[in-house]
């Protein structure tokens, strides 16, 4: 989830505070969107507030902050700021060295990113008129194809918004079939089950911080909700980890449109959720728990 931080109490700020999220107050309890609650420990879930600043002064970004994530080290740090949208060159490289993807890859198991991409993105690219953005480059860094609108079109993939109405309003693919919120969270998880790793990019949350009144915001953290609903009730928490994250805060103050410097919250739910949950403390001790996971779960 791009641009998700935990956020004050303030309903004229913070969209989480108005917004009905039946989903995942029942996964964590009441005003588990809030900045200062702590560590939140459920039978099925933890949620742990987590620093996206990483000890560098200024307000995290997209390409830093996803490659943290993606590697395990604080890249903010290794370049001397926090960088995006897109990676430069130094984040680049350091995402290029190995990532979450190329360990799976490299134990030849199978990974994918499931978020797909239209030929015009692929096209851009090859130009040279349009850079990958950290994730996609840590994938394709890997090894790994980008999924694209076939893929979508016959169920391989799932649209960054979801539904897929997006690629019918705004690409003209009108042969995309259209799914509901929770069956695209369904679809999530199927994808999932037939992956060592995958990996949902879910953007437009950011989007949603930069652009647009607070209701707007409301509405959208609506539908993740919805989207997260579908998933959680087909997840099986005995077979796999589901861990949910973010980059950076943004959606959670609306009173600005820029990035913030509040903790994100990252979610895991099922096997050792708890145990693996008690080493985060920062973005860059994620991709040690996916590692840990893996590790200790070789043949799930």
Do not use: C
């Not at 391989?156 to 919120?181: E, Y």
């Amino acid at each position: 989830m791009d641009g998700v931080g935990l956020g004050s109490d303030d309903p004229e700020v913070n969209p989480f505070v108005t917004a009905n999220l039946p989903n995942l107050t029942n996964l964590l309890g009441e005003g588990w969107y809030l900045q200062g609650n702590g560590r939140i420990h459920t039978p099925r879930a933890s949620l742990i507030p987590t620093d996206a600043t990483l000890g560098v002064p200024g307000r995290p970004q997209s390409a830093t902050g996803q490659a943290a994530i993606l590697t395990g080290q604080n890249v903010p740090q290794l370049i001397g700021e926090h960088y995006g949208p897109k990676p430069n060159t130094a984040v680049a490289d350091i995402i290029r060295q190995g990532t979450i993807f190329s360990d799976v890859t490299a134990a030849k198991q199978n990974a994918a990113l499931i978020t797909p991409y239209p030929q015009g993105y692929f096209d851009a690219v090859n130009r040279g008129k349009r850079l990958y953005s950290a994730v996609p480059l840590a994938a394709v860094s890997a090894g790994l194809p980008l999924m694209n609108a076939a893929d979508l079109r016959n169920g391989r993939a799932v649209s960054p918004g979801f539904t897929g109405q997006g690629w019918h309003d705004f690409l003209g693919f009108t042969d995309i079939p259209i799914l509901s919120l929770p069956e695209a969270g369904e679809r999530i998880a199927a994808l999932a089950a037939s992956y060592r790793l995958s990996f949902f990019e879910h953007w437009p949350s950011d989007r949603a911080g930069h652009r647009g009144p607070l209701a707007d915001a409301v509405r959208h953290l609506e539908m993740i909700d919805t989207a997260l609903g579908g998933l959680l009730d087909v997840w099986d928490d005995a077979a796999g980890l589901l861990l949910i994250t973010s980059d950076h805060g943004n959606i959670e103050e609306k009173d600005h449109r820029r990035h913030t410097t509040n903790p994100v919250p990252t979610i895991l739910v099922g096997k050792q959720h708890a145990e693996l949950g008690a080493q985060i403390r920062d973005l860059t001790d994620i991709a040690p728990v996916v590692r840990q996971f893996f590790t200790t779960n070789s043949t799930n």
